[in-house]
């Protein structure tokens, strides 16, 4: 059984502050791919990326910068200088085997707020 | 464009009714998905279909079905809806690159389902 723990329910942060959502996964696949997902209060899921298990390095894209750890199972998102457009729920989510269309097992969430 | 999109996006409905949620892609998809989405839970994966005529069952099954008589449509039944499927239904869909391949899934806009 695999399964995605994203213990922080809400966070609040005020504008161009940094702020990290932690992700934790449990799997007993070698070969998996992890996702982030964002819904903005428009209510749609919206890709923010993907990583499979054979890649480690981490990435930047803009602010957005994601740090994979295989050794402690982790797949943090940190968001440099926030903005209020931020604002949304962001989801960590697990999908076995190398298809990245797989079945997807998604964590609970974490509200962020981002306050002006 | 090519898009996925659900019907209706809001619906409410009594408790014993049978309703149905249509999902529609023109993306070619071989992949379809539907989640229901909960506070607290994240997304949970109902069923899934890999192919026409393929249909499969999902971590929260009970109470649904769906049907794949075309690439493009997965629509997903609620037998006799009961209030404990109040929630908010995503479809989503995934192209296969190849035999053992499969991309991104990528989600619908969602339907927010209220059961009286």
């Known amino acids: 059984a695999q399964k995605v723990t994203q213990a922080q329910t809400e966070i609040s942060v005020v504008e161009k502050e940094d702020v990290t959502l932690d992700c934790v996964y449990e799997?007993?696949?070698?070969?998996?791919?992890l996702f982030w997902y964002k819904q903005p209060p428009s209510g749609e899921l919206v890709f923010l990326i993907r990583?499979?298990?054979?890649?480690?390095q981490n990435e930047i894209s803009g602010r957005y910068s994601w740090n994979f750890q295989k050794s402690t199972s982790s797949f943090n998102f940190t968001i440099t200088a926030s903005q209020v457009v931020d604002s949304a729920v962001y989801f960590c989510?697990?999908?076995?085997?190398?298809?990245?269309?797989?079945?997807?097992?998604f964590g609970g969430g974490t509200r962020l707020m981002v306050k002006p | 464009d090519a898009e996925i999109t659900q019907s209706p996006r809001h619906k409410i409905t009594e408790t014993g009714r049978q309703v149905t949620l249509a999902c529609h892609q023109t993306?070619?998809?071989?992949?379809m998905f539907w989640y229901r989405q909960d506070l607290g839970h994240g997304l949970r994966l109902i069923h899934y279909?890999?192919?026409?005529?393929?249909?499969n069952k999902g971590e929260v099954s009970d109470g649904y079905s769906v049907s794949r008589s075309n690439t493009e449509d997965l629509p997903l039944t609620l037998e006799s809806a009961a209030s404990s499927q109040t929630s908010v239904y995503f479809c989503?869909?995934?192209?296969?690159?190849?035999?053992?391949?499969?991309?991104?899934?990528?989600f619908g806009p969602g339907t927010r389902l209220t059961v009286l």
């Open positions: 989503a869909s995934s192209a296969e690159l190849s035999s053992s391949l499969t991309d991104t899934q990528y």
């Open positions: 799997t007993r696949d070698t070969t998996y791919y």
């Open positions: 990583r499979n298990s054979f890649d480690e």
């Open positions: 989510a697990l999908s076995q085997g190398l298809n990245a269309g797989n079945m997807l097992t």
């Open positions: 993306w070619n998809h071989n992949n």
């Open positions: 279909s890999y192919g026409v005529q393929d249909t």
